[in-house]
């Protein structure tokens, strides 16, 4: 069983397109997380939920926008990309008691 | 601002060789550190330190935190290929922050 899955694994588009990146958790985690890995695989948080509730917002453009339907899931939604936002992103949860992070597969993103 | 600094930034070594890396941090509200290991895909969490000195130990890897100096230390011991990974550094505040990791190839 997967604990945290992302879909796409991969994902190609032009700029300007909208696209969307969904992760689940079977974990039962109450706190899930959004981070962007540049090429040179520096990870930074870009969002964090707990119970729903959006509780971390880094300096993220607000062409990005995501939304917790409930506990077990973390959707993003990117608008009218651009070259820059090409990375990998990785959904994450953890519980908040307990500091260990379980990541997911990651999804590649490549605006051409 | 809070930050977390990893050395060396890659590093290759022969199997067997042992290997020390180093995670500083400059943070306001220290809660813990955390050291994850990411081979081809996701990060995989190796060891989580709370208290100064307390070394946690997990086959050839151990760790140890030294909040009075603002690091941790990463060691592997009798290093094998498989250990060949980017090695990240986080250090837990009202949030993660993570360093900029440490490459290491183990050449057999």
């Known amino acids: 069983d997967t604990a945290v899955s992302q879909t796409p694994k991969y994902l190609v588009t032009q700029m300007g397109n909208d696209k969307s990146i969904k992760c689940e958790q079977n974990?039962?985690?109450?706190?899930m997380y959004w981070y962007k890995q540049d090429s040179k695989k520096f990870l930074k948080i870009m969002f964090s939920y707990n119970n729903k509730e959006l509780i971390i917002n880094e300096t993220v453009p607000n062409r990005f926008s995501p939304k917790s339907p409930d506990k077990a899931h973390l959707n993003l939604h990117i608008n009218s990309l651009e070259l820059g936002d090409s990375a990998v992103y990785f959904c994450a949860s953890s519980q908040v008691s307990i500091p260990e992070q379980y990541f997911g597969p990651g999804t590649r993103l490549t605006v051409t | 601002e809070d930050k977390v600094v990893q050395s060396p930034l890659s590093l290759v070594v022969h199997e067997g060789d042992t290997v020390t890396l180093n995670c500083s941090y400059e943070v306001t509200n220290f809660r813990s550190l955390l050291w994850y290991k990411q081979e081809k895909k996701a990060p995989t969490f190796l060891f989580m330190l709370t208290s100064s000195g307390i070394e946690k130990k997990s086959g050839r890897l151990s760790s140890i935190l030294d909040k009075k100096e603002l690091f941790s230390i990463l060691n592997i011991t009798a290093t094998q290929t498989g250990d060949s990974a980017i090695y990240l550094c986080?250090?837990?505040?009202?949030?993660?922050?993570f360093g900029t990791g440490t490459r290491l190839k183990v050449l057999a």
């Open positions: 974990l039962g985690h109450d706190t």
């Open positions: 986080a250090v837990l505040t009202y949030k993660y922050i």
